[in-house]
């Protein structure tokens, strides 16, 4: 899938346009805009959060990238267990995994995936990933690690550890500056990061292996923190792509995987997310399935409202921090 930003021309358009290319392969500048930001996305989120992924990241580079052409190709690490219908999807609008050893990106996002084992390196993914990690030390100016990417690339590079919650940092949180840096530019404050993890990376730890804590949240601890290197490494311990509804999806999962006996323990209610008397209801269905458990209860979920301004809370926070990072990547060109 290559797509390419022009919001110069069509910002509102809901069209996305294939790239242009000369005929050598290399990038067409559009006007006197400037030469196109080559960005890459490998894709290793779950088969029914890979094409939501896409669109969100999709929205937030062609919202961040104002009057500066954008190209993204995507991609998909082959060590991800798929569906026959997912394989299809990526086999035939990704592009190969392999294009990345001649390609010329300029920036590239990987995402994290759904833990299957107990340790990252015992992941079928791991090996692949960290070679990933290498490639783009050495190819990007700047890359994005996502969620597990983050701690599994940290892992690789330096050895550090994640560590296991005692229960699932679920939720928005109110994230703030540590230090000033061009990533945080004009991010409100405070800024609203959806998170969904069960492991995490501490601020001490990660600060004596050379990283820059650049944002805090309550309760969530470290939000991002950046490496610098021939590639500046910038980690999310969130999801600020994600859109409004990503975290209700997750937690309905989960509802129903407890109660299909797929998951012993019932989730808990995402954090500053849903309004009070949704999160009433919910309080009390949990109390009847965790008494009853049957899977003819989803059917009793209650309507589900969130709390006001949840989606443009998030969404500002995610805009402004893409917007920096293209912007960043430009500047080192």
Request: with cysteine; hydrophobic share 40%.
């Amino acid at each position: 899938m290559t797509l390419l930003f022009d919001n110069a021309d069509a910002i509102d358009s809901p069209t996305l346009a294939p790239a242009r290319l000369t005929d050598d392969g290399g990038a067409r500048h559009v006007g006197e805009r400037g030469k196109v930001l080559e960005i890459g996305l490998v894709n290793n989120m779950g088969d029914a959060a890979m094409r939501a992924t896409e669109r969100q990241f999709m929205r937030l580079l062609r919202a961040g990238s104002g009057d500066r052409p954008v190209r993204l190709r995507c991609f998909a690490l082959r060590s991800v267990q798929r569906s026959p219908a997912a394989r299809q999807h990526i086999d035939s609008l990704y592009a190969d995994i392999d294009e990345l050893q001649h390609s010329r990106l300029d920036g590239l996002i990987v995402t994290g995936a759904e833990p299957r084992a107990a340790t990252l390196q015992r992941e079928p993914y791991w090996d692949e990933l960290r070679a990933l990690v290498d490639w783009a030390e050495a190819n990007t100016r700047s890359t994005i690690w996502s969620c597990l990417a983050a701690h599994a690339a940290v892992l690789h590079l330096d050895g550090i550890e994640r560590r296991r919650l005692p229960r699932k940092c679920s939720g928005v949180y109110a994230g703030e500056p540590v230090q000033d840096d061009e990533l945080l530019a004009d991010l409100p404050s405070p800024m609203r990061v959806p998170h969904s993890r069960l492991n995490d990376l501490a601020a001490d730890t990660l600060a004596a292996g050379g990283y820059r804590v650049l944002t805090r949240a309550e309760d969530a601890g470290v939000d991002i923190f950046a490496r610098e290197g021939r590639s500046r490494f910038v980690f999310f311990q969130g999801h600020p792509e994600y859109d409004v509804a990503s975290l209700q999806r997750e937690y309905l999962r989960d509802i129903g995987r407890f109660l299909t006996g797929e998951r012993d323990d019932y989730p808990e209610i995402p954090v500053a997310y849903f309004d009070a008397a949704t999160e009433a209801a919910l309080h009390a269905l949990r109390s009847d399935a965790e008494r009853n458990r049957d899977p003819a209860m989803i059917g009793r979920l209650p309507k589900l409202t969130l709390r006001p301004g949840v989606a443009d809370d998030i969404d500002a926070t995610a805009t402004t921090l893409f917007r920096n990072w293209l912007s960043s990547i430009a500047s080192r060109s």
